[in-house]
């Protein structure tokens, strides 16, 4: 896929959901939820942090097997919603 509005060291990702919009935003920014669903089946998501506002951080821990742990974090720089 060629994404020429993203910019260089961003990740664009587009998926449609028969859903509200107001329960997908919950699942992508409410951290119980968001450990729920996140990473494939046997993952163990661990949200240590989800500060979801211009400038705020978001950490992530998943662990699977054979793979062991891989960490996660990012800066908000928009919002959406």
């Known amino acids: 896929m060629t994404d020429s509005t993203a910019a260089p060291h ?5 998926r449609t959901f ?7 935003w919950q699942m992508w920014t409410d951290p119980r939820h968001f450990e ?3 990473g494939p089946t046997g993952a163990t998501v661990v949200v ?3 500060d979801l506002v ?7 821990s998943m662990a699977t097997r054979p793979c062991g742990r891989v960490c996660s974090r990012g800066l908000a720089s928009d919002e959406v919603g």
């Open 36 to 38: 729920r669903w996140y």
């Open 54 to 60: 211009v400038g705020g951080a978001r950490h992530i």
């Open 10 to 14: 961003q990740v664009r990702i587009e």
């Open 18 to 24: 028969n859903a509200p919009h107001a329960l997908i």
């Open 48 to 50: 240590a942090k989800m």
